[in-house]
């Protein structure tokens, strides 16, 4: 069984400061991981994936497979960074379709 | 890009009821899928539809069905409510199958009562 677990359902961050969202995840074969994220009153959108290995608005994240993590870090907050992030994982066959979630961190950066 | 829609935004249903949801991807997307998330919770997978075929199915009971029509919009029935079939139900749209990025709607509140 795939599972995905995001330890903190609150996190609170001055701005400026470094953020990390944890995500540890358990799955048998070679996973996909992405991290989705949430604005106030806005869709659910997708922030990052682990294969395209890019940084979106400054946010990074490392798949360890050793560890199963793929913690989400910034080293300097912003206020905008404010929202509920989800980390999900892909399961093999469905062309990364069916996507298990974890319970989602609330970020508040503290002005 | 009108992104993907869902109707209705918000629905009230009472205990053994029936209920469609709706969702149109976005022009030119194929593949349609429907998450449950509960408050507190992360979405869940309910369902996939490609080309108007099923091709994935999550942990729901039988009460869960969905299709999707040639014009590649889908809706989601399910019978017989229950108090905790009460969530947000979320529809995704991508243009294929594969390494695409998903697109989600803005979802369905549903409160059963």
């Known amino acids: 069984a795939q599972r995905v677990t995001q330890p903190e359902k609150l996190l609170s961050v001055f701005k400026g400061a470094p953020v990390e969202l944890k995500c540890n995840y358990s799955?048998?074969?070679?996973?996909?991981l992405f991290w989705y994220v949430q604005y106030s009153r806005q869709r659910l959108q997708l922030l990052l994936r682990?294969?395209s290995r890019e940084s979106i608005k400054g946010f990074t994240a490392d798949l360890n497979k050793g560890e199963t993590s793929f913690h989400l870090k910034k080293p300097f907050a912003q206020e905008e960074d404010s929202a509920m992030y989800y980390c999900?994982?892909?399961?093999?066959?469905?062309?990364?379709?069916?996507?298990?979630f974890g319970t989602g961190t609330r970020l508040t950066i503290i002005p | 890009d009108a992104g993907v829609t869902q109707s209705p935004t918000h629905l009230i249903k009472t205990r053994g009821q029936q209920v469609t949801l709706r969702c149109s991807p976005i022009?030119?997307?194929?593949?349609v899928s429907w998450y449950q998330q509960v408050l507190g919770q992360g979405p869940q997978f309910i369902f996939q539809?490609?080309?108007?075929?099923?091709?994935g199915r999550g942990n729901f009971p039988d009460r869960f069905s969905a299709r999707q029509f040639p014009n590649y919009s889908s809706e989601l029935n399910v019978n017989a409510l229950l108090l905790g079939d009460s969530a947000l139900y979320l529809c995704?749209?991508?243009?294929?199958?594969?390494?695409?990025?998903?697109?989600f709607g803005s979802g369905t509140q549903l409160s059963v009562l």
């Open positions: 995704a749209s991508r243009r294929a199958q594969g390494n695409e990025k998903l697109f």
């Open positions: 799955y048998s074969g070679s996973p996909e």
């Open positions: 682990h294969i």
């Open positions: 999900a994982l892909a399961g093999a066959g469905f062309g990364n379709e069916k996507l298990t």
């Open positions: 022009s030119g997307h194929k593949s």
């Open positions: 539809y490609y080309e108007k075929e099923e091709r």
